[in-house]
Structures are given as C-alpha cells and as structure tokens.
C-alpha cells in the first residue's frame, strides 16, 4: 500500500497532495460513520440552504469535501491529480489552496442564490474541478495539446470543450441549476485571475523580473 501511495500520490506536490488526502479522508470518515451508524458526517458538511442561514456558514466552501458517489470521488481526484500540479509549478501551494478557497466558495454563493429554484444539499468537487480547468486555460491556453477526438489543438480550445461537455453532462443528468453553479465557480477564477493579472500587469503565475535582476543581467 505504501508503494502504490508513493507511485500514485507521493510524486505529487505538497499542496496537491493534502487537498486529495482531505477529500479521501472525508470519504473514508463520511462511510465510517455511516456503517457504524455513529454520525453523519455529509449532513454536516454539505452546503444546506436551509441550514446555512443558521450558523453552518462554513458548508459554503466545505461541500467539496463530500462527494456525490465513490465514481465522483475518482473522477475529480484524477482530475485534481492532472491539473493541481501544473498551477502549483506556477503558483505556491498557499495560492493554490487559495484559489481552490475561491472557486469553491463562488460555486457554493451561486447554489444559495439559487435555493429558490432547487432548496436541495449541495455535495461534490466539480465546481472547484471546473475553476482549477479555467486556470489551466488561462496560463497555459497558448500552448499545444493533444486531446482525444480533437487531434493537435491548443489548450484554452481542449478546456472549452471539457468544460462544455461537463457543463452538458450536469445539466441532463443533475439539473439546470447544478450546471449554473458549476459556471459560475468557472466564472468567479476567471474574473479572479483577470483581476490579478490587470494588478500585477504580468500574466498570473508569472514572477515580475525585479529592476535589480535586469541590471544584473546587464
């Protein structure tokens, strides 16, 4: 088991490494509870309009933790596991976590907005999933890739037709409403990194040359 740990996950970076094991944990913790009929860890954790308004504020952001199915837990891991690294080769691990903070809390803003038309819990990674896909977009769009059924592309066009397609799959299988929350998670890194970049005046994850750098490179 350790071996397969340190094959699959141990060659990860550090801040990638602790989101999956935080998600894996809550999985295990939520069956554990379950089985033993101890306490129901998604109940606390979910994003429940109903129950927000009453002190559980913090669900805004932590319904990440708590996955739709044990297929939903594999899917955004791999995913998490794919993008993660590329954006914390770039950033650090704090502006990771941060970032990760932000999408999560705009998709989780969006569903309270929403309660009104679907007052449902709301559980899984997917719009977090979505904004680590539009960072990727965003700093590395130029470059090529290769994709599946898309030959050579680039890939701002590759994540376009992903977050197209996940953004379809939600909406026919979980509703209009699930679609708009992931949107808008995809939406609040986007404007999150447009911002960023307009105040750094250098592309997000690019390190500004110092003036002193330049002189010695002179």
């Known amino acids: 088991m350790c071996r397969f740990w ?25 069956w554990a509870g379950r089985i033993l009929n101890a ?8 994003l429940n309009p109903a129950a ?5 504020i913090l669900t805004v952001a932590t319904y990440v933790l708590v996955p739709a199915g044990p297929m939903d837990l594999i899917f955004n891991l791999l995913l998490i596991g794919w993008l993660g690294p590329c954006l914390e ?7 990771l976590w941060t ?39 965003r700093l590395r769009g130029h470059e090529r890739a290769q994709a599946w059924l898309l030959g050579q592309t680039t890939v701002l066009r590759m994540g376009l037709v992903m977050l197209a397609a996940w953004t379809i799959f939600l909406w026919l299988n979980a509703g209009l409403i699930s679609a708009v929350i992931v949107l808008a998670a995809a939406l609040g890194g986007w404007l999150y990194l447009a911002l960023r970049w307009r105040l750094n005046r250098e592309p997000p994850g690019h390190p500004v040359e110092s003036q002193r750098m330049r002189r010695l490179e002179l």
Do not use: N, Q
């Not at 306490?39 to 979910?46: E, S």
């Not at 080769?89 to 502006?95: G, H, I, N, P």
């Open 6 to 30: 340190h094959r699959c996950v141990g060659s990860l970076p550090s801040g990638v490494r602790l989101i999956l094991f935080l998600m894996a944990a809550a999985y295990i913790a939520a």
């Open 39 to 46: 306490y129901d860890l998604p109940r606390w954790l979910a």
């Open 52 to 56: 927000f308004g009453v002190g559980r």
């Open 89 to 95: 080769s770039m950033w650090s691990r704090w502006e």
């Open 99 to 137: 970032y990760c903070l932000l999408t999560a809390v705009a998709g989780g803003t969006a569903k309270l907005l929403l309660a009104h038309f679907d007052p449902t819990r709301l559980i899984g990674a997917m719009p977090m999933v979505c904004g680590l896909l539009v960072a990727w977009m």
